[in-house]
């Protein structure tokens, strides 16, 4: 009769234990909808192309910009936005890389059409290229300009105090784009 007893005891506690790993799969998916309906509701996610003439005529591939709107974050009424810049290689979709200090940026040299040819005709085409993709934020003053030193392009972005940083492109001499690297400090004196 023992026996008989713990034998059931074992296996009321084994079904137990089968029934609770049975079902938290089950409420961890509840969770998830749950969540997932939250998110849908709250946020509205929307992409369009950057239709740019700049864009198509110097990268291999399309540029969108993703704008996410959060509503009802923490009960306020109005709404905040965050907005991305991303690149479709055809295999994925990746954002630009990011600038933290000087930077090279061999993604970016990557996506250049290999017929693309940087020279004085077309080095307002890429300012504007560079426009979309990095944009110079608004409460920024305008500090852009590019010129042609050593072999280089130079697409400055922004100053502070007396040093300038931005863009330097290294091309050959064709002006076919070898190297793309972001530069914290440029000084006219001393450009290296």
């Not at 990011?98 to 307002?124: C, G, H, Q, V, W």
Request: with cysteine; hydrophobic share 35%; proline share 3%.
């Amino acid at each position: 009769m023992e026996n008989t007893y713990s034998t059931l005891v074992k296996l009321g506690s084994i079904a137990i234990w089968a029934f609770c790993i049975s079902t938290a799969p089950a409420q961890v998916n509840d969770v998830h909808h749950r969540l997932d309906q939250f998110v849908n509701a709250s946020c509205e996610t929307n992409f369009e192309e950057i239709q740019s003439d700049a864009i198509s005529q110097i990268l291999q591939f399309k540029v969108y910009y993703i704008k996410k709107d959060i509503n009802h974050l923490y009960g306020e009424k109005e709404k905040r936005s965050v907005m991305f810049i991303v690149i479709d290689n055809g295999t994925q979709v990746k954002s630009f890389e990011r600038i933290k200090s000087d930077t090279e940026l061999p993604e970016l040299l990557s996506y250049i059409r290999s017929d693309f040819l940087l020279n004085e005709n077309t080095a307002p085409l890429f300012e504007t290229m560079l426009d979309h993709i990095y944009p110079v934020e608004d409460w920024k003053p305008d500090k852009r300009e590019f010129f042609f030193k050593d072999g280089k392009w130079y697409f400055l972005r922004d100053a502070y105090f007396r040093t300038k940083q931005g863009f330097e492109i290294s091309v050959d001499a064709n002006g076919k784009i070898t190297g793309i690297r972001y530069k914290m400090k440029w000084n006219e004196n001393n450009d290296s």
